[in-house]
């Protein structure tokens, strides 16, 4: 019971991480507020922000192999598949940001200028998107952990 409370903990704590990182990404990353520092923050928080995701990732594959309800449990759950879809969906999503901030740095350091209104703001709704189906997730996971 303690490994599974504390495998319970560590998912929890990965998630909150996620969205505490991404919550900033998609506060930062604003044209009107876009200067070299925070083109360098916004890449910070994204590796911290992909971080996070790789501990989700690896606390929830934890409490399917070693929690007490087993990895048959979780397989024959439909709200499990909707939440890996969702979190692949995610991740997937997250990539653009990634290389376009890793690119806004690169460009920083040859000299050139800050990206333009239309590129933050299109990198702006990629975040956005993910930012809003994060919550999502954690819903289905709350019908799923009351039986539904």
Known sequence: MTLEALL?????LAVLTLVVFLSSQAALCRSEWMNAAV?????????I????????LLTGLARLYWGTKGLSWYV???????KVTLFVLVA????K?????????RALADGQCLPDAGEVG???RWI???????PVIAVIAVFWARGM
């Not at 922000?49 to 989700?56: D, F």
């Not at 024959?76 to 909707?82: K, R």
């Not at 940001?97 to 890793?102: H, V």
């Open 122 to 124: 299109r990198t702006r």
């Open 49 to 56: 922000y992909g971080i996070a995701a790789l501990a989700l």
């Open 76 to 82: 024959s759950q439909p709200l499990f598949h909707v």
């Open 97 to 105: 940001p990634s290389l376009t901030f890793r690119r806004w740095v």
């Open 8 to 12: 319970a903990a560590l998912h929890l």
């Open 92 to 95: 997937l999503l997250s990539i």
């Open 39 to 47: 083109v360098r923050r916004l890449a910070r928080l994204d590796l």
């Open 128 to 134: 956005m998107v993910q930012a809003h189906l994060v």
